[in-house]
């Protein structure tokens, strides 16, 4: 398998088969021993079933320098703690924070999941997602966790929705519900390739609200470009009574 991104080539795939128990731990063996894994960053032998050896798990990259207090955007002026955006207009989610940077070992490891559907990628992922909340605590109380929504000829034609696989990784692992809450009611445009106005025009009324509901959500997605998605996500959600919207996703672009 060849990974978008010159990511190194492996696949864990077998990792997610349906077998369970005694069965699982034969397949999983007979397979490693034929296809042993390898770290998906630097392509050494790794150990057991682990997606990263323990050198690229532990030198995975947090964001450095000053920083946007409200959504981690790159700060060069010492006498702010806003961007021009955070600071300039009202967003409707309350603050945003993301692992790394989407530059490097990070986005290698999205596009892995994304574009190569390396599932068990997800696992990892949503540890270290888990770990960051349960560590830092930058949200403070969280009442429930939901998940950025693909259309769904998009998800058809993945086959998966990765923002749900971590919805739902981190929900098990902090021990708080994972609830769809969203609904993406038509299919837009690829964001990248818009300017950011035109983002948040591209999605204007694109989702809706199928779960009402009060308290503080934890809304899920791989990737924080110019946050225009998670934007009116926030707002739909906002709309339906909920009090708090904070967005945590892997990687910042």
């Known amino acids: 398998m060849t990974m978008s991104g010159a990511t190194q080539s492996n696949s864990y795939g077998w990792l997610n088969s349906s077998e369970t128990g005694f069965g ?3 397949v999983g063996g007979l397979l490693a021993s034929l296809f042993p894994p390898r770290c998906l960053l630097c392509g050494s032998a790794t150990t057991g079933v682990k997606v990263l050896c323990e050198q690229c798990a532990a030198e995975l990259p947090s964001l450095e320098g000053m920083r946007c207090r409200r959504c981690q ?3 060069n002026d010492i006498r702010l703690d806003l961007c021009h955006s955070c ?3 009202a967003w409707g989610f309350d603050l945003a924070r993301s692992l790394g940077s989407y530059k490097g070992a990070w986005g290698d490891l999205v596009r892995a999941l994304k574009f190569d559907g390396e599932r068990a990628v997800a696992r990892l992922l949503c540890a270290r997602l888990a770990a960051y909340l349960t560590d830092e605590e930058p949200f403070g109380t ?3 966790v939901t998940y950025v929504p ?5 998800r058809r034609k993945r086959g998966f929705n990765q923002a749900h696989l971590l919805a739902q990784g981190i929900g098990r692992r902090i021990g708080i519900p994972a609830r769809r809450l969203l609904l993406k009611v038509r ?7 818009l300017p950011a106005p035109e983002r948040r025009e591209n999605l204007r009324g694109a989702f809706r609200l199928i779960r009402s509901g009060k308290g503080r959500v934890l809304l899920v ?3 924080y470009t110019t946050g225009s998605t998670v934007e009116e996500c926030a707002r739909t959600l ?3 009574g909920y009090e708090a919207v904070y967005v945590l996703t892997v990687a910042r672009a």
Request: hydrophobic share 35%.
């Open 238 to 240: 906002k709309d339906g």
């Open 150 to 154: 693909m259309s769904r000829s998009d």
């Open 87 to 89: 600071g300039t207009r």
């Open 142 to 144: 969280i009442d429930v």
């Open 187 to 193: 299919k837009t445009p690829p964001q990248a390739a």
């Open 221 to 223: 997605d791989d990737i």
């Open 24 to 26: 699982r731990f034969l």
């Open 73 to 75: 955007e790159a700060l």
